[in-house]
Nanobody, 125 residues
Framework: QVQLVESGGGLVQAGESLRLSCTAS????????MGWYRQTPGHERELVAS???????DYADSVKDRFTISIDNTKNTVYLQMTSLKPDDTAVYYC???????????????????WGQGTQVTVSS
């Protein structure tokens, strides 16, 4: 069983910073990439940033130059440093781990995708 546990959300004022963390735990052989998505009521979940185990990162245009994603492969942990926060950044942020290989004692190994439970980020104006 693999679980993603997020932390670091909260209420801040516009212009302030927050750092989100997400750790994947369980019987994990390797993870191909991890990322952060966000969702507001009535809207689809959207990619904020993602990063491969090799360190290649991708960002939504709306957060480029303000957010930085990083990964610690030894801890299966991904971070999202958010600066210059805006009210439009208010959302529930979800951690994602993709290409997660879970070893088994018998049979083939498969890749899975997992999601965290979400953490609320609220930015007041």
């Amino acid at each position: 069983q693999v679980q993603l546990v997020e932390s670091g959300g909260g209420l801040v004022q516009a212009g302030e910073s927050l750092r989100l963390s997400c750790t994947a735990s369980g019987n994990i052989y390797s993870i191909h990439d991890m990322g952060w998505y966000r969702q507001t009521p009535g809207h689809e979940r959207e990619l904020v940033a993602s990063i491969t185990a090799g360190g290649s990162a991708d960002y939504a245009d709306s957060v480029k130059d303000r957010f930085t994603i990083s990964i610690d492969n030894t801890k299966n942990t991904v971070y999202l440093q958010m600066t210059s926060l805006k009210p439009d950044d208010t959302a529930v942020y979800y951690c994602n781990a993709d290409g997660v290989i879970v070893p088994t004692t018998a049979g083939p190994w498969y890749e899975y995708e997992y999601w965290g439970q979400g953490t609320q980020v609220t930015v007041s104006s």
